[in-house]
């Protein structure tokens, strides 16, 4: 059965985050008043599992050996039927 | 009144990702079965504003004149109050 997952990588509290401090200052000069800005990404992809449960197991494997940065990152999956 | 945005721009339909295809074939090698991969980027951000439909348009004007490219993301705003 085909399972879409939605995988949010974003950096855990406290990293620094230079991408987003430029976005911000950006969005500043721009005139927008925006005190702060956090980034994450998203993956979106389909897997063929017999059940939610192995979905998002299968998930969390390629978040480990792949996706994420176990030391910086955390991540969140959502599991969802096709 | 503080709302909390989460912007979500991705690319549009169509549009080529080389990113996602080496991810994809990134997970295929370590064994996953992947058929197919999107990404996309998140910004959260505060913004002040008097109510939800400005601070909406707030989130638009961003997008349209940094975050986002118009010719190739297309974006989705989410308002929160705080």
Known sequence: MKFSLKITISLKKGMLDPEAL????ALN???FDVDSLGTAR???????ESDENSARQKGQEMCDRLLA????HSYDIEVSGV
């Not at 430029?22 to 200052?25: E, R, S």
């Not at 940065?69 to 910086?72: R, Y």
């Open 42 to 48: 998203v993956f979106y992809l389909d897997v063929d």
């Open 69 to 72: 940065n176990p030391v910086i």
């Open 22 to 25: 430029a976005i911000k200052h």
């Open 29 to 31: 000069n721009l005139g």
